[in-house]
């Protein structure tokens, strides 16, 4: 069963049930359904209460449905939300917890609603790209004003219960310490012959000079969400809850709801969801692979990396200790994670005691033997083979046996260090992004001889430190790196074809992404791609870049750390303004190598740089480098900051269509640098057979 029914005294008291947060599936409607009807039923029962087992009052619909027929079977949501809202004995909505989404539409569907402190009270569903469809955008304006409402269905954030005072959305919260049903029993039972019942539909949503509001709304709206249709379309509905009756609004809401869950968007927000779910799956680990503890990190190097890396453990109270060649070096890097923590604390999220406390946890050694007794140590030491085989082979020397030996390598053979060390199973690489303590997304590469449950282990971490985790293979960039480098490319011939910087960046922002190549170049420093270059030339000869890049640095324009990139900048301000300097350099070098600048069109630049991603993400998952397509989409979408409402750039490709994908890259193969675009033959097979890298 997934609601349970028992009667205490003269109330009926229906739990749903499903684990974890009771989402509202076919199972548990029914359920719900039958419970209400039962109570209906009973002349004992003369009021109802509705509340939800173990870790929440409902998380909302169970999004599983989504795709399947399930969700259009009967009892729907609607026809929940209809039997409670129309029982003749009152309905009571015991909250606790979590109460989200298709949750909150339960319960603003019943007579009354009483909860606990710190239930977190959201209408989530603009973040999977749909609107509340259950009758949220005209029931919550009811009852916690128009101006509330919109900001929570617009928004999606958790509102936590207290915040709701001075509103009527509940009837009541419990002191802390109460007994939830106890007491939501109690209060049914004084309400019970309470007539006629209150219903939220029939109150109304009073706002003087409405309209102004909502086309203030409107605009700011329609500014800040961009190519992305949902936050505007929750405006519009809720609108409805003012400007049309409730049964048209109602009427609205479902339409605007299925037009929502149709367009690509949403489909893609509701791949990403899955996506993420799917990445800490690995075919060959089962589930119940048995975890090695982590309870102390050690840290080699406190760079860049290596001190963002501490702050994850530490902000997960995992206690770190630093290790470094010189006490000069180490110092500096514990003064900067400390200055990172004073400035959260600053701006007032962290409290002082929990601002002792991390720092606290962080310790600094030049010393090996300190950090014998860690149970995971991350290396994050210059990106060089040699600094690496030296730094592995005393950890191999020296750590407990059961340690986890971790890389933060970008580029180098995870293979290769591991082999420097007598226990490769125990070897795995951990690449973080910069910067570190905010980014999302953490590649787990799988060595050769990575044990299984040093990899489960490894997944199992980047959850505890609020990580996405994503598994891939052994290859030079891996899958993240190994990609963008194609991108880079692109974005360099587009520059000598005829683009300048903020066209290029401009256009691709547009499409969605958060930063276009050049403004990432800047933040991340163009020394960093110069120096992979200089060894690429050597190395492999045949691949082209355009020298626009390498010109750039010659000027010493490293980026935002030099005050002047692809970009001029102003000290203190990281606002990027066009160079005349780096202009005039590109339109030269296109007259030095001979090409005839041309306009090109932002679809074009789009196409390039985002295919190119395609076609190098299609031969990552022909050779087994990931796992699945999904996979490749979670890194972009974590770690890249491509646009999660286009799904990935695997994703975006199928909702393209490979066959058209491919019919442009045939146009661009036919351009200057036409060999980049040879197509992966994993995505030629796939066009033919009509199908995609998600289907
Ligand atoms: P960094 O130059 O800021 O820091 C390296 C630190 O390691 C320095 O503090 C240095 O004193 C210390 N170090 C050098 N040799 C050592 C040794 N033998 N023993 C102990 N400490 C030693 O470099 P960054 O940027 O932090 O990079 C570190 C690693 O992380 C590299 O492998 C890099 O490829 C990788 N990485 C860097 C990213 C970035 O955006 N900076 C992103 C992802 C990975």
């Known amino acids: 069963m997934s609601a349970e029914y028992l009667v205490n005294g003269s109330v009926a008291v229906i739990t749903l049930n499903n684990p974890p ?56 949501l609607h026809s929940l939300i209809q039997v409670a809202e129309s029982s003749t004995k009152p309905v009571v909505a015991a909250i606790h917890t979590v109460c989200m989404g298709g949750g909150l539409e339960l319960a603003l569907g019943c007579n009354y609603r009483v909860a606990m402190p710190g239930a977190q009270i959201a209408l989530p569903e603009v973040k999977l790209g749909l609107l ?50 106890d007491s939501a029993v109690a209060f049914a039972s004084k309400v019970a012959d309470v007539r006629p019942l209150p219903r939220v539909r029939d109150r109304k949503v009073n706002y003087p000079n409405h309209e102004a509001f909502l086309q203030f709304s409107r605009n700011t709206v329609k500014a800040m969400s961009g190519a992305f249709p949902a936050p505007l379309e929750c405006v519009e509905t809720v609108a409805a809850s003012v400007t049309r009756k409730f049964e048209d609004g109602i009427k609205f809401e479902r339409e605007r709801f299925l037009h929502l869950i149709q367009t690509p968007e949403s489909k893609s927000l509701r791949h990403a969801f899955f996506a993420e779910r799917l990445a800490s799956k690995i ?17 080699i190097g406190a760079g860049t990396m290596g001190g963002g890396i501490a702050m994850n453990f530490v902000n997960a109270g995992i206690p770190v200790i630093l290790l470094e060649t010189k006490q000069e070096a180490l110092d500096k890097g514990i003064a900067t994670i400390r200055k990172n923590y004073e400035n959260t604390m600053k701006k007032g999220k962290l409290t002082p005691e929990k601002f002792e406390q991390r720092v606290g946890l ?52 995870v293979n290769k260090i591991a082999d420097f060390t007598g226990r490769p199973q125990d070897v795995v690489g951990t690449h973080f992004f910069s910067p570190a303590n905010v980014m999302k997304l953490l590649e787990i590469v799988r060595g050769a001889k990575t044990s299984k449950d040093v990899l489960a282990t490894t997944l199992a971490l980047s959850k505890k430190l609020r990580k996405t985790g994503v598994v891939s293979g052994v290859c030079d960039g891996f899958i993240g790196n190994r990609m963008i480098e194609q991108y880079s490319r692109q974005a360099g011939f587009l520059l000598e074809e005829g683009c300048l910087p903020e ?58 750390k030099t005050s002047a990139g692809w970009y001029d900048y102003k000290a203190g301000d990281r606002k990027a303004y066009a160079s005349k300097d780096v202009n005039d350099m590109i339109v030269k070098h296109s007259a030095d190598i001979g090409v005839e600048r041309r ?70 193969a036919k351009g200057r640098h036409g060999n980049a675009w040879t197509p992966a033959p994993l995505m030629v097979r796939l066009a033919a057979e009509g199908k995609g890298f998600n289907s």
């Open 283 to 299: 075919p060959d680990v089962p589930a119940d692979t048995p975890t090695r503890e982590i309870k102390q990190a050690a840290i």
């Open 132 to 181: 509340p469809g259950a009758g949220g955008t005209q029931r919550l304006p009811r009852v916690v004003g128009l101006e509330m409402a919109l900001n929570m269905i617009v928004s999606g954030t958790p509102v936590p219960s207290e915040k709701f005072a001075g509103t009527a959305l509940f009837d009541e919260v419990f002191a802390s310490d109460a007994n939830l049903i």
């Open 362 to 413: 962080i310790s600094g050694t030049l010393n090996y033997a300190d950090i014998a007794q860690a149970d995971i140590v991350v290396e994050a030491v210059f990106e060089d083979m040699g600094v690496k085989e030296s730094v592995f082979k005393q950890l191999d020397a020296v750590m407990k046996p059961g340690a986890i030996l971790a890389s933060n390598t970008s580029t180098l053979d």
């Open 503 to 560: 066209q290029v960046d401009k256009a691709v922002e547009k499409f969605g992404f958060a930063m276009g190549p050049f403004r990432m170049g800047d933040l991340a420093g163009n020394d960093i791609g110069w120096y992979i270059r200089k060894r690429r030339y050597v190395e492999s000869p045949e691949i082209t870049y355009s020298k626009t890049a390498d010109l750039l640095c010659e000027m010493g324009r490293y980026g935002q």
């Open 21 to 76: 947060v009771n989402g509202l599936g076919l199972e548990t409607r029914t359920a719900a359904v039958a419970g209400i009807r039962r109570a209906q039923a009973d002349d004992a029962v003369k009021a109802i209460v509705i509340t939800g087992a173990g870790k929440a009052f409902s998380g909302g619909a169970d999004i599983k449905e989504f795709n399947s027929p399930k969700a259009l079977t009967e009892p729907s």
């Open 599 to 668: 306009k090109i069109s932002d679809e074009e630049i789009v196409e390039r740089l985002v295919y190119s991603l395609v076609n190098e993400g299609a031969r990552i998952l022909e050779e087994g480098i990931a796992m699945r397509a999904s996979d490749i989409d979670m890194v972009y979408l974590t770690g890249y900051g491509f646009p999660v409402f286009r799904g990935g750039p695997m994703f975006y490709a199928d909702t393209v269509g490979l066959a058209n994908v491919l019919m442009a890259m045939e146009k661009y």
